[in-house]
């Protein structure tokens, strides 16, 4: 029998086709790093505390933080595919007050950091799972923001969680290496490029 029902072509998980746009590679690759930053500046002080870095310690913290970065994208992502549908006139600016968000709290975060804060141990895995979850968070609301975006979120999870994997493994040597000097410049890094692909979404679909 042919189905002569007509609707949108279906794309990866049964989702329309024009749902799923795949974003620029190196777009997402910005993306990545500026999550990466806060796993970064964690796996730094983590380096700290350490002091003689190890290599399966190392792999442990960068597995965690890794493991949650890829996660949480696509769980925000998912929150968000309901709500683009009531959102849709509006997805573009939704994309722009998240990223908008989560990069002035960045920015604000990477200020305000105590310099008396006590040391915690990072080899600890309840600690590590704590930590894997708090530095994630945002990429939480980002996988909302490219749900909102209309983005395929299979490369950028993939992107996210192999890029704070590697950034997180080399953190960790970094803080055993220079200390406290890089920690909050990271954050604040990061923070301004998230607003600047917020800023390009919204531009980009406001002229576009």
Known sequence: MVNTRSGPKRGWYNLPSEFLMDMPVLQVVLI???????????????GIVIGKMRVR??????????????????LGWEAGRGLR????????????ILLLAVGVKMIWDSLKKDADEKP???????????????????????GIALSFAGVNIVLP????????FAMSFAGTY??????????????????????GIGVKILVQHTLG
Request: proline letters at 2%; a negative charge; one cysteine or more.
């Open 57 to 74: 310690h190392a792999l442990l913290i960068a597995s965690f933080f890794g493991v949650f970065q890829a996660v949480m994208p696509f």
């Open 32 to 46: 990545a790093v500026a999550l990466s930053m806060d796993a970064f500046a964690v796996s730094i002080s983590s």
């Open 120 to 142: 915690f141990d990072p080899l600890n895995i309840y600690v590590l799972f704590i930590l894997a979850i708090a530095t994630s968070i945002d990429a939480l609301a980002v």
């Open 157 to 164: 999870v993939i992107i996210i969680g192999c890029v704070t």
């Open 174 to 195: 970094v803080g055993s290496i220079f200390g406290h000097m890089l920690e909050s410049k990271v954050e604040m890094a990061a923070g301004i490029l998230l607003i």
């Open 85 to 96: 549908r009531i959102l849709m006139n509006y997805d573009h600016w939704a994309a722009f």
